[in-house]
């Protein structure tokens, strides 16, 4: 009976398995980087492991922002390479997290300037959206493609 039931269980159950690695050195260039995930996404479509898509995403993205922020104190965070819903949801837990530990200054935020966006710069808006949406205090630094958020007792944690 038990080898039945872990059988059905081992079964249902979907366990996510990496397939993609990134590297230190990848980070170097965000085209091809996100041409590597384009060609698990498709691969993964051709072969109908649809229920592995998100995950994947999900995954890749974490990694990027692992290796980006590895070394960085909390009031920095690189935003930089990641899809842009996955970069407002680490700016909103960085945010919320500071929030919670009282933290009054400044948080600095690099989303770089969106010259490897297909198009045009997709991080960069989203973040300019969500501050003002927020109603954050912030300010563009005069290099570009980074902000600098005020955080102060007056702000509450963002839903």
């Known amino acids: 009976m038990f080898a039945v039931v872990?059988?059905?269980?081992?079964?249902?159950?979907?366990?996510?398995?990496?397939?993609?690695?990134?590297?230190k050195e990848d980070l170097e260039n965000v085209d091809s980087l996100h041409e590597k995930l384009n060609n698990e996404i498709d691969r993964l479509k051709k072969e109908k492991k649809y229920q592995q898509i998100k995950p994947t995403i999900d995954d890749f993205n974490s990694q990027i922002f692992q290796l980006s922020n590895k070394n960085r104190d909390k009031y920095t965070i690189d935003l930089h390479g990641?899809?842009?819903?996955?970069?407002?949801?680490?700016?909103?837990?960085?945010?919320?997290?500071?929030?919670k530990e009282k933290y009054q200054g400044k948080l600095f935020v690099?989303?770089?300037?969106?010259?490897?966006?297909?198009?045009?710069?997709?991080?960069?808006?989203?973040?300019?959206?969500?501050?003002?949406?927020?109603?954050?205090?912030?300010?563009?630094?005069?290099?570009?493609?980074?902000?600098?958020?005020?955080?102060?007792?007056?702000?509450?944690?963002?839903?």
């Not at 969500?130 to 509450?156: D, H, M, P, T």
């Open 110 to 159: 690099i989303t770089g300037r969106g010259s490897h966006s297909v198009g045009e710069a997709k991080i960069k808006p989203r973040v300019i959206s969500f501050l003002k949406e927020k109603s954050l205090l912030f300010k563009e630094s005069s290099k570009g493609g980074a902000y600098i958020v005020y955080l102060s007792s007056q702000n509450v944690l963002l839903l």
């Open 6 to 23: 872990f059988l059905v269980g081992a079964i249902l159950t979907y366990q996510f398995v990496r397939r993609l690695f990134v590297t």
């Open 82 to 99: 990641l899809y842009s819903e996955h970069a407002i949801l680490e700016l909103k837990n960085r945010i919320n997290q500071l929030i």
